[in-house]
Structures are given as C-alpha cells and as structure tokens.
T-cell receptor, first 113, second 111 residues
C-alpha cells in the first residue's frame, strides 16, 4: 500500500515564525500536492509538483512556498506564519497517469497563535 | 468557473440507505471521485467513475452519474456506524489536470 507520511500530527506556532511541514511518500509517485482543509470549505489546493524541483501554484498559494529536492519529499513552507493560516494541512501523492487517484497523509493540524 | 457543491450534513438511521449528492460544473470532467475521511485521518479514495459511465456498483456502494445535469451521487446500502465520516465529491478538471473537491458531507448515523 502507498504510504504518505506527514512529519507532525499537531503543530503550534507563533505569528511571524517560519514553519516547515514535511511530507514523504514511499511509492515513487511523480505528483505531490499540498491542500488545506477548513470547515465548510472543503480542500483547497495550495501548491503541487509534477517532478523534482518543479512546482505549480494551486488556488491559494499566497503566503506559502514549497520545495521538492527529492522525488519522495515535498515540503510546505510558511515564510511568516499568520493566524489565518491556522488549518488542517493535507499532503497527497499520485502516480502521475491520467486517472489521478490521490493518496493522502493523515494531516497536520497547525495552530498559529 | 470550477465548482463542486454538496450539502454539509446528512443524518440517517442505522440500516437505512444513505444518498449523498454532488453537483459539478466542468462538463469535460474525465473522472469523478468519492473520498471518505474518518475522524483524525486523511482522505481515502472510496470509489471513482469514468465520465462515460452512468453507474458503478461496488458491494454496498453505488455511484450514479447524470452528465446532462452534472449530478453525481453516492448511495451506501445498509448504513452502519462505521460509515460515519465526511464524504468528499471530487472531479478531475480536465483543462488543468487537477482535482477539485467539494466541501464535504458529514454523514452521521442514528440508532
């Protein structure tokens, strides 16, 4: 089975801190994604990557950046955390073929105080 | 624009059928998906349907697709307490090769 691992289940940070959220997948998937999940809003795509060192903006990239130095690892960076970035962050990966079945990690609940 | 809509809550009695509905806007979608999220977990793919199909059945799950009305539904037969979760409808937006999710429907089961 595909395993997508997010390094932290819960994180508490202060406003202005730089925050790193890490995600690792073990099935050699080409594509990786970062979503945030907020009640009543569903999942919104922040950034995605189709290959190493490649990144594409999703629907809400403002305030975030990403890094993909190795195929299996995709990092989400909050350069200067703000309270409106308090959310559940979900990482996902997919094989990269036409049927994009996503495999999700269990999520990181980030609270910015 | 891109949009996937579903109601936020559904409550059913244990043993009854649950029907979760979804509408979408992209008429050129290639795949439509149902994901399940249990408490404290990420999303798990339940089932999916290719856009040239009308129906797909998998054990207790039945997916119906009405392309004319851009309407997708998920029926869960003999609903059990373990079916309590949030169910997300999603479409593969063909023009951009990305997946758009609905807001999720929270299914609760009453005895």
């Amino acid at each position: 089975d595909v395993k997508v691992t997010q390094s932290s289940r819960y994180l508490v940070k202060r406003t202005g801190e730089k925050v790193f959220l890490e995600c690792v997948q073990d099935m050699d998937h080409e594509n990786m994604f970062w979503y945030r999940q907020d009640p009543g809003l569903g999942l919104r795509l922040i950034y995605f990557s189709y290959d190493v060192k490649m990144k594409e903006k999703g629907d809400i990239p403002e305030g975030y950046s990403v890094s993909r130095e190795k195929k299996e690892r995709f990092s989400l960076i909050l350069e200067s955390a703000s309270t409106n970035q308090t959310s559940m962050y979900l990482c996902a990966s997919s094989l990269g073929m036409s049927n994009e079945k996503l495999f999700f990690g269990s999520g990181t609940q980030l609270s910015v105080l | 624009g891109e949009d996937v809509e579903q109601s936020l809550f559904l409550s059913v009695r244990e043993g009854d059928s649950s029907v979760i509905n979804c509408t979408y806007t992209d008429s050129s979608s290639t795949y439509l998906y149902w994901y399940k999220q249990e408490p404290g977990a990420g999303l798990q793919l339940l089932t999916y349907i290719f856009s040239n199909m009308d129906m797909k059945q998998d054990q207790r799950l039945t997916v119906l697709l009405n392309k004319k009305d851009k309407h997708l539904s998920l029926r869960i037969a003999d609903t059990q307490t373990g079916d309590s979760a949030i169910y997300f409808c999603a479409e593969m937006y063909s023009s951009a090769s990305k997946i758009i999710f609905g807001s999720g429907t929270r299914l609760s089961i009453r005895p």
